[in-house]
C-alpha cells in the first residue's frame, strides 16, 4: 500500500524568503504525485502534479516540486513566498485502484506562517 | 460553473441521529469521492464511486454509508452518528481514467 509522510508539521518563514515543503512517499510502482493548497475554511486547491516526463514540474502560484526517485521524494518549493501563500499544504500520491478509480493517499499536511 | 458543491457547510449532531450529506457536480466527471478531514491525519477516503449506481469502500468506511443515484450527485449518510465521526468531511471528482480530483468546499460536523 501507499503512503506519503511529510515531516514538517508547522514551518514558519519570513515574507520574501524560501520555502521548501518535505515529502517522502512510498508506493511499488511509478507513483503519480500531487501537491494541494488549503487555506483556512477552505476546501482543496491543486497547486500542480507529476505524471511522467520532466522532474521539476511547476505549478500555479509560483510554486514547483522535484521529483526524485532514488530520494521517493516531491518537495514543494517557491523562491520568494507571499502572506497569502500562508495555508496547509498537502503532498499526496494516486495509485491504482479496482474499477481504474484513483484513490489519493494524504500525508498529514504542513501548516506553513509566514511573518511579515 | 460551480464545480462541486456541498451541502450542508455546517451541522451539528447527536449522539445517535441520522443525517445525509450532499455532494454535487457539473463537471460531468465519472468519479465521485468522499473524504475526511481529521487534525494531523491529512485526508482518508471514505467511500467512492466509479460511476452511476456504483460504489467502493476507501480506507475508513465502518459507519457511513452511500449512494450514487445521478452522476451529478454523492451522497454520504450517517445512520447512528458517534463523536468519533466529529470531522471535517470533503467531497471531490475527476473525470474517468485521470488522476486530479476537484474538491468541494467542505462541510463540518459535529457530532455531541
Known amino acids: 500500500a501507499q503512503s506519503v509522510t511529510q515531516p514538517d508539521i508547522h514551518i514558519t518563514v519570513s515574507e520574501g524568503a524560501s520555502l521548501e515543503l518535505r515529502c517522502n512517499y512510498s508506493?511499488?510502482?511509478?507513483?503519480?504525485l500531487f501537491w494541494y493548497v488549503q487555506s483556512p475554511g477552505q476546501g482543496l486547491q491543486l497547486l500542480l502534479k507529476y505524471f511522467s516526463g520532466d522532474t521539476l514540474v511547476q505549478g500555479i502560484k509560483g510554486f514547483e516540486a522535484e521529483f526524485k526517485r532514488s530520494q521517493s521524494s516531491f518537495n514543494l518549493r517557491k523562491p520568494s513566498v507571499h502572506w497569502s501563500d500562508a495555508a496547509e499544504y498537502f503532498c499526496a500520491v494516486g495509485a491504482w485502484s479496482s474499477g481504474s478509480a484513483r484513490q489519493l493517499t494524504f500525508g498529514s499536511g504542513t501548516q506553513l506562517t509566514v511573518l511579515p | 460553473n460551480a464545480g462541486v458543491t456541498q451541502t450542508p457547510k455546517f451541522r451539528v449532531l447527536k449522539t445517535g441521529q441520522s443525517m445525509t450529506l450532499l455532494c454535487a457536480q457539473d463537471m460531468n466527471h465519472e468519479y465521485m469521492y468522499w473524504y475526511r478531514q481529521d487534525p494531523g491525519m491529512g485526508l482518508r477516503l471514505i467511500h467512492y464511486s466509479v460511476g452511476e449506481g456504483t460504489t467502493a469502500k476507501g480506507e475508513v468506511p465502518d459507519g457511513y454509508n452511500v449512494s450514487r443515484l445521478k452522476k451529478q450527485n454523492f451522497l454520504l449518510g450517517l445512520e447512528s452518528a458517534a463523536p468519533s465521526q466529529t470531522s471535517v468531511y470533503f467531497c471531490?471528482?475527476?473525470?474517468?481514467?485521470?488522476?486530479?480530483?476537484?474538491f468541494g468546499p467542505g462541510t463540518r460536523l459535529l457530532v455531541l
Open positions: 508506493y511499488g510502482a511509478t507513483p503519480y
Open positions: 471531490a471528482s475527476s473525470q474517468e481514467y485521470q488522476e486530479t480530483q476537484y
